[in-house]
């Protein structure tokens, strides 16, 4: 019984409680609901700081150039001198084909060269003395020669061959007689068959024995008269010869050992244009990206060796997005922050804004090129490194600033803002606005550092 009433006093004073709270609750809304609050007019101070109008977007790092190099000839590999991530110097050799053959060319063409302006040159100079008289003994020869032949060629003419010509025909006529005489016995039956037919064979000799003198007589003259006619073209050549070395080097004779050594010359320089070809230089600063042939391969013009790329000053391709393309133009400085580099801010402008949307992500964007300022960083940059970009379209350093909602747009860029006055009165004034974020905008004309704007009643 003692805990009931307990339980009962404790449920009594709740409910008094209770009802007290809600009448007093009601008695405030009804007092609230019939006097309103006046209403409090917030305020700002014209301030001086910064104000920077950005584009963010994001990208990945792109090389300057990157090149699959070739050979300008075709060949077996014979060596590759670099691995990937090498840092290469321009004009590096960087592979090799096979040049045992090709060494041997230019060796035998410096010789060929070397023996045409030793040539030149002793066309130039003119002959020595010694050979100035060995073509003087070599006339006196010549004309020593043609008198020997002369002297021939008259015997010749004057040989007893003649006499002996003279007896062959002679003997020849007597057995012509001889065998007239025979046939006319063996016609008649007094003479058998042997004896004509030996007769008739006899005069058949003694016509090859005279025709056999006629022609011993013939070919001596003949070889006579040729002895004649090459000693005097012996004497003719050996009298040029002396008459060339004895004058100037006639203009076609040096003509020809100019153009001997010109020729030389270029056959070299092919020569050495394919020894070189057989070389692969690197074409600029850069890194090895990838080794895209092996050793032992035949390899032909258009065959891709390497790949090398130029991060001596390396590109950033980043996206912003449509309505951001009026804050981006080139010229434009940015902040980039490399997501392997958090705490490292570099900068850099842009160099190229595309003409044609891309699309990014389902998105249609703005694709942009920046260059990259590295400075004296030694930080090793890799291609396709992911990166936020800040693009500053427009900044004002030091300048008066005003939230905008203190700005009252009369009209298309013509703005006024409420002075608080001491007073607490408000006066109204026209402001020159520069730039403008989502927070502050720049007043150029109209305000005065430190004093009260109004920016509107508090809610």
């Known amino acids: 019984m003692k805990k009931r009433n307990i339980w009962i006093s404790l449920v009594i004073v709740l409910l008094l409680a209770a009802g007290g709270g809600?009448?007093?609750?009601?008695?405030?809304?009804?007092?609230?609901?019939?006097?309103?609050?006046?209403?409090?007019?917030?305020?700002?101070?014209?301030?001086?700081g910064d104000i920077i109008i950005t584009a963010d977007g994001s990208g990945e790092l792109v090389p300057v150039a990157e090149l699959n190099l070739t050979f300008r000839t075709g060949g077996i590999l014979d060596e590759i001198l670099v691995t990937v991530g090498d840092q290469v110097q321009e004009d590096e050799v960087l592979a090799r084909l096979e040049t045992d053959?090709?060494?041997?060319?230019?060796?035998?063409?410096?010789?060929?060269?070397?023996?045409?302006?030793?040539?030149?040159?002793?066309?130039?100079?003119?002959?020595?003395e010694a050979e100035l008289a060995d073509a003087q003994a070599a006339l006196r020869d010549a004309e020593v020669g043609l008198s020997l032949a002369y002297e021939a060629y008259r015997r010749a003419s004057d040989s007893n061959l003649d006499a002996a010509v003279e007896t062959a025909k002679a003997d020849f006529d007597w057995w012509v007689g001889y065998y007239q005489s025979q046939k006319a016995k063996y016609e008649k039956g007094n003479l058998s068959q042997a004896d004509h037919d030996w007769a008739m064979n006899a005069m058949i000799s003694a016509e090859g024995?005279?025709?056999?003198?006629?022609?011993?007589?013939?070919?001596?003259?003949?070889?006579?008269?040729?002895?004649v006619t090459q000693a005097q073209n012996d004497v003719y050549q050996a009298e040029e010869k002396l008459e060339l070395l004895e004058s100037e080097p006639l203009t076609d004779?040096?003509?020809?050992?100019?153009?001997?050594?010109d020729q030389a010359l270029l056959s070299l320089e092919q020569e050495r244009a394919d020894l070189e070809a057989v070389q692969l230089y690197a074409p600029f600063e850069g890194v090895v990206m990838e080794v895209l042939a092996t050793i032992g391969e035949q390899v032909g013009e258009n065959t891709s060796i390497l790949s090398l790329a130029d991060f001596h000053e390396?590109?950033?391709?980043?996206?912003?997005?449509?309505s951001d393309l009026g804050s981006v133009a080139?010229?434009?400085?940015?902040d980039i922050i490399f997501e392997a580099f958090p705490d490292d801010v570099f900068t850099g402008e842009v160099v190229r804004v595309d003409p044609v949307l891309v699309t990014v992500d389902g998105t249609p964007a703005v694709q942009i090129w920046a260059s990259v300022d590295l400075g004296d960083?030694?930080?090793?940059?890799?291609?396709?490194?992911?990166?936020?970009v800040e693009v500053i379209a427009a900044e004002s350093r030091g300048t008066l600033l005003v939230p905008v909602e203190a700005l009252r747009e009369m009209s298309p860029d013509q703005y006024t803002v409420f002075i608080v006055k001491s007073d607490g009165e408000l006066e109204m004034r026209t402001v020159v606005v520069g730039l403008r974020d989502v927070v502050s905008a720049e007043i150029l004309e109209?305000?005065?550092?430190?004093?009260?704007?109004?920016?509107?009643?508090?809610?």
């Open 101 to 128: 053959q090709l060494k041997r060319a230019v060796a035998e063409a410096e010789v060929e060269l070397e023996l045409a302006q030793l040539e030149l040159a002793d066309v130039r100079e003119g002959p020595s």
């Open 314 to 322: 390396p590109l950033l391709r980043f996206w912003v997005e449509e």
């Open 330 to 334: 080139v010229g434009k400085p940015v």
């Open 209 to 227: 024995r005279w025709q056999e003198t006629i022609n011993n007589a013939n070919a001596e003259q003949t070889q006579a008269s040729s002895r």
């Open 446 to 459: 109209g305000l005065e550092l430190g004093e009260v704007v109004s920016i509107g009643e508090a809610q």
């Open 253 to 261: 004779t040096l003509l020809r050992a100019e153009l001997d050594v």
């Open 22 to 48: 809600y009448l007093a609750y009601n008695t405030q809304r009804k007092s609230l609901a019939e006097e309103p609050p006046e209403p409090t007019l917030e305020t700002a101070t014209v301030t001086q």
């Open 377 to 388: 960083r030694e930080t090793q940059l890799l291609s396709g490194m992911t990166a936020d």
